[in-house]
């Protein structure tokens, strides 16, 4: 719906998705310690305990009860948890999936409506506990590689785009199973890109290396799915492409890349790599003042392929992201669609296995961006002027990465078989 029509981006906002309390079966009370604690737990605390950089801590009645009113808003526009899919179209079904459901978000609308009340404490759950904010996403690394030297960014002035780098200290090639990209100073960094420079990349290869992973603000790392990877070589570089901007004092920071690798000498089965559709060239994403504008990229499968992962990249007017599929039979099929993106959450769309796109050589991937440069648009940074391409956040950009696996025929086959025996899409 929001793809297809921006005019139309507001009415959907504000329609889509708010709850019922009906529905939700809740006919009792509703309190603290028996109901909301429970869904905090599951889906909150994690980045709301005490020592993140969460604004508050909702571990017990005493953290959240002054935030109820917020916390409300916040879970029924579903701007919390950061997971910004439209649930009414495309795939259903990730790995990854931290939102609320209607019923859980329906439980907390009743504790805030009704005075948000603690109940027993004896029913509350026993309490989790957390690891350390430093601690990885992916689990213990394997090897950590970590940018050559300390950067310094000065207190005031333009941002800066520079070029860092690091060896990679391995004894032998390594598959990689999992990574994830962490700034020291996380306050300075805009995005960090890591390329990898190859001792024997095939020629034609730019001197710059290929794209491995990507950072940006709210992103975890990449998990890929079993026997699925990624090579390192021996001997390879790493260049992290650093953007950096001011905010008001002398800032330092240093990247580091983390890794997990498959047991050495296992080989996986499929080899993943990052594709980003976008629309070509990039000057013609034009965004005029107080308008709402949509922009299409299209990238063309030249072999079968499994799509493993979605994450859409906008800044700060980006508003909605939609990718289908134009199938070889002319027809379209949504494979998903972010229709309230948060530039502050990069959040990879990780899909189950069971449902993870198959699509056959010749289609074609079709992005839809929607940009909102008007004053509705809480995080638009001035409405008034005209924006297009650029590295900068008050600049923008439309893009999509998705995590790819290409596949022979009789692969792809045998995957598209077993799909449909067990009653599954492709």
Not at 18 to 45: E, H, M, R, W
Not at 164 to 175: P, S
Not at 326 to 346: A, C, G, K, Q, R
Request: contains cysteine; aromatic residues 10%.
């Amino acid at each position: 719906m929001l793809a297809r029509n921006a005019d139309r981006v507001f009415v959907f906002l504000l329609l889509s998705g708010l709850p019922s309390l009906q529905a939700a079966g809740l006919g009792g009370p509703v309190t603290f310690s028996k109901d909301v604690a429970p869904i905090f737990q599951k889906n909150c605390q994690s980045c709301h305990h005490a020592g993140t950089s969460a604004p508050m801590s909702l571990v017990t009645y005493k953290d959240a009860r002054p935030w109820a009113r917020s916390i409300k808003q916040r879970v029924v526009q579903r701007d919390m948890p950061p997971w910004h899919l439209d649930k009414t179209v495309g795939i259903r079904q990730y790995k990854n999936d931290r939102s609320l459901s209607d019923e859980e978000i329906a439980t907390i609308s009743r504790w805030v409506d009704d005075g948000a009340p603690e109940g027993n404490p004896a029913d509350m759950p026993a309490p989790l506990t957390f690891p350390p904010d430093s601690q990885w996403f992916i689990g213990k690394p394997d090897l950590l590689v970590t940018t050559e030297q300390d950067f310094m960014m000065y207190p005031k002035g333009p941002d800066w785009w520079i070029d860092q780098f690091a060896d990679v200290k391995l004894d032998e090639d390594r598959w990689i199973q999992a990574m994830e990209i962490k700034p020291s100073n996380p306050k300075i960094v805009h995005h960090a890109v890591v390329n990898v420079i190859e001792p024997d990349a095939p020629e034609g290869t730019p001197s710059g290396g290929v794209q491995l992973h990507e950072y940006a603000v709210g992103k975890y790392g990449d998990i890929f799915a079993e026997n699925t990877g990624r090579l390192l070589k021996k001997g390879t570089r790493l260049r992290f492409d650093m953007h950096y901007f001011a905010i008001g004092s002398e800032q330092h920071n240093h990247t580091t890349i983390a890794f997990k690798f498959y047991p050495k000498g296992f080989v996986p089965k499929y080899q993943v790599r990052s594709v980003a559709i976008r629309n070509v060239p990039n000057d013609e994403l034009e965004i005029p003042p107080n308008s709402v504008v949509r922009t299409d990229g299209y990238y063309r499968l030249t072999r079968n392929a499994r799509i493993d992962a979605f994450q859409p990249h906008m800044h700060m007017r980006g508003r909605g992201m939609t990718v289908e599929a134009i199938n070889l039979d002319n027809t379209t099929t949504i494979l998903s669609s972010v229709d309230h993106f948060n530039f502050n959450w990069h959040v990879n769309y990780i899909y189950a296995d069971d449902v993870t796109p198959l699509l056959p050589a010749g289609t074609v991937l079709h992005m839809i961006g929607i940009h909102d440069n008007t004053a509705a648009n809480p995080r638009n940074p001035d409405p008034s002027v005209w924006a297009g391409f650029g590295e900068r956040s008050v600049d923008d950009m439309v893009q999509v990465w998705l995590d790819i696996v290409y596949l022979d025929d009789a692969e792809f086959k045998r995957l598209a078989d077993e799909r449909k025996a067990k009653g599954g899409k492709l």
